[in-house]
């Protein structure tokens, strides 16, 4: 595994981490607007950063949709 791509993963599950804090704050103060959107702003990050990793890397996991063609150029994380 490259640097840039072991960067990229460790700045997906930094992402990722952040949506599931905002998913628990969430949990205990439904009525936080401001931190509703934050939320929403932390999953389109993730989404994102997620699509750019996939883009460049293949898939994280088997959910992602992919072409038969491309599933056998690209190992699966835990083959790299």
Not at 36 to 61: F, N, V
Request: hydrophobic share 40%; aromatic share 8%.
């Amino acid at each position: 595994m490259s640097e840039d791509q072991r960067k990229m993963l460790l700045s997906l599950q930094i992402a990722d981490f952040n949506v599931i804090e905002w998913v628990l704050y969430m949990h205990t103060h439904p009525d936080d607007l401001a931190a509703c959107q934050k939320e929403r702003d932390a999953m389109k990050i993730a989404a994102k950063t997620r699509k750019s990793y996939e883009a460049l890397y293949g898939p994280l996991t088997i959910l992602t949709p992919i072409s038969c063609s491309k599933n056998s150029e690209t190992p699966w994380p835990w083959q790299v």
